[in-house]
């Protein structure tokens, strides 16, 4: 079972950055797809960006062309990096991996974006 523990999150002024990493208990050579998920207080949890192992990246129309995603095999992780923040991206972010058709989730790192 993978074990993935998310750091990284924190009070944000808006216009600015972060960068939320994931950390995996083992190896995600054989993970197919890494994502990062948010969830908003009272509402659903919804997907912000993946990652496959090829490299393939897919973003969420409201993180485009603001957020980063990308993974780094050597080291178990996955990254995200957040610009141009806005209050609407406060949220619980969860990373999660999908392996052999296993969902495995973190548990969650809270950002904030507030002046």
């Known amino acids: 079972q993978v074990q993935l523990v998310e750091s990284g999150g924190g009070l944000v002024q808006p216009g600015g950055s972060l960068m939320l990493s994931c950390e995996a208990s083992?190896?995600?050579?054989?993970?197919?797809?890494m994502s990062w998920y948010r969830q908003h207080p009272g509402r659903q949890r919804e997907l912000v960006a993946s990652v496959s192992s090829g490299g393939t990246t897919t973003y969420a129309d409201s993180v485009t062309r603001r957020f980063i995603i990308f993974r780094d095999n050597s080291n178990n992780a996955m990254y995200l990096h957040m610009n141009r923040l806005t209050p609407e991206d406060t949220a619980v972010y969860y990373c999660k991996a999908l392996r052999m058709g296993y969902s495995y989730w973190g548990q969650g790192t809270q950002v904030t974006v507030s002046s």
């Open positions: 083992e190896s995600i050579d054989n993970i197919y797809l």
